[in-house]
């Protein structure tokens, strides 16, 4: 890990300057709740953030915490359920993604907040990566949720985002851990977090892994048991018309015998590619310190799963204290 150097000199004082902190929330869809737990527990440990930017759900966690809704996202994600994470859903036809995220922007316009970045109380960034050129871009002014669902918008699953002009998809396609736009921030010290570090080699088959089963929750909100891909499939037969539907069946239905579905094999695909990605940007631009979530029994949809992913999230701070404050040191 990089070793932090001496306190920065205030120029008009000549003495040294408290060192930023930075925090960068990487990619990785319904796993992205954990960011709350780490946000949470670096709060509970005393340890002053100056400034966040994330990609994906991770931008999304950042925004809401830059604007100081986090506390309200924590208490509002511990209770949702899947009706109410179908209710988000708006299916379209495919075109260039399967939903449209317009419901979705909407209620986080209402629940959290849409100021212009630059009037956060926090500094804040968002990944976002150019259809058409392939760049990285880092959205720094504007509307907070249209930075957000710019960043979050994941190729085949959700439409890209038209904004000025130009066609944006999801930022981890390009940097799923942000360290480098944290330090371009003015961070001193990156704390950076990484969802997606133990999900290869989940297996497809689910009647050998129970805890993908919706039933599961312990309060029993999500219903009948069926497993997700089950109750996407059966979603989509109340909203599309029946010459439509093998499409989605077949994009979600859950056939083990016959090896992962095309929404699996899509995510799945794009985690491969993140995270190879990040292994190198990492290695390339390593943060001070790096926080590690166990989240590999968390599926890419299962939002219901929230207080399962915070607590997660708040488990690898404590892991990683230790050498959060070695790396901030007499800060």
Same mark, same amino acid.
């Given at each position: ?8 000199? #205030?120029?008009? !004082?000549? !003495? ?6 930075g ?16 946000i949470?527990?670096?709060?509970e440990?005393?340890i002053h953030? *100056? ?13 809401? &915490? ?5 506390? /309200?996202? *924590? ?32 209620? &986080? $316009?209402e ?5 212009n ?8 960034? /968002?990944? !976002? ?7 990285e871009?880092?959205? $720094?002014?504007?509307?907070? =949720? #249209?930075?957000?669902r710019?960043?979050?918008?994941m190729p085949?699953?959700? !439409? ?6 130009g066609?944006?998809v999801d930022g ?15 961070? #001193? ?32 909100k999500?219903?009948?048991?069926q497993?997700l891909?089950?109750?996407l ?17 077949? &994009?979600a ?6 090896g ?12 491969? =590619?993140?995270?190879?990605i ?6 390339t631009d390593?943060? *001070? ?6 989240l590999a029994?968390?599926?890419l949809?299962?939002f219901?799963r /929230?207080?399962?992913a ?16 070695d /790396?901030?040191?007499?800060?």
């Amino acid at each position: 890990m990089r070793k932090t150097g001496s306190l920065r000199k #205030d120029p008009l !004082t000549s !003495t040294p300057a408290p060192k930023k902190i930075g925090l960068a929330l990487g990619s990785g869809s319904a796993r992205g709740w954990s960011h709350i737990g780490v946000i949470r527990g670096l709060q509970e440990a005393g340890i002053h953030v *100056d400034l966040v930017c994330g990609t994906s759900m991770g931008a999304m966690v950042a925004g809401a &915490f830059a604007a100081g809704f986090i506390a /309200a996202m *924590d208490e509002w994600v511990r209770g949702l359920t899947w009706a109410d994470i179908l209710g988000f859903m708006d299916v379209r036809l495919p075109r260039s993604g399967l939903i449209e995220g317009d419901k979705m922007t909407r209620y &986080f $316009r209402e629940k959290i907040s849409d100021s212009n970045i630059e009037d956060l109380p926090m500094p804040f960034a /968002a990944v !976002t990566t150019n259809l058409k050129s392939g760049r990285e871009v880092w959205v $720094r002014k504007g509307s907070l =949720m #249209d930075a957000i669902r710019a960043s979050m918008s994941m190729p085949g699953i959700l !439409t890209p985002f038209n904004r000025e002009g130009g066609w944006f998809v999801d930022g981890g396609l390009i940097n799923p851990v942000p360290v480098s736009l944290c330090r371009n921030m003015g961070a #001193d010290i990156v704390l950076a977090v990484d969802l997606n570090n133990d999900i290869m080699g989940r297996s497809f088959n689910r009647s050998e892994n129970n805890e993908t089963a919706l039933g599961q929750e312990k309060d029993g909100k999500v219903g009948n048991g069926q497993y997700l891909p089950n109750r996407l499939a059966s979603f989509f037969n109340g909203k599309i018309k029946s010459g439509q539907l093998s499409i989605f069946k077949r &994009f979600a239905q859950n056939r083990p015998s016959k090896g992962p579905t095309l929404f699996e094999v899509i995510a799945t695909s794009v985690y491969i =590619m993140q995270d190879q990605i990040t292994k190198h940007r990492l290695a390339t631009d390593p943060p *001070d310190v790096l926080i590690l979530p166990r989240l590999a029994h968390i599926g890419l949809l299962e939002f219901n799963r /929230a207080e399962e992913a915070i607590e997660a999230g708040r488990k690898a701070v404590e892991l990683t204290l230790p050498i959060i404050h070695d /790396a901030i040191g007499s800060r």
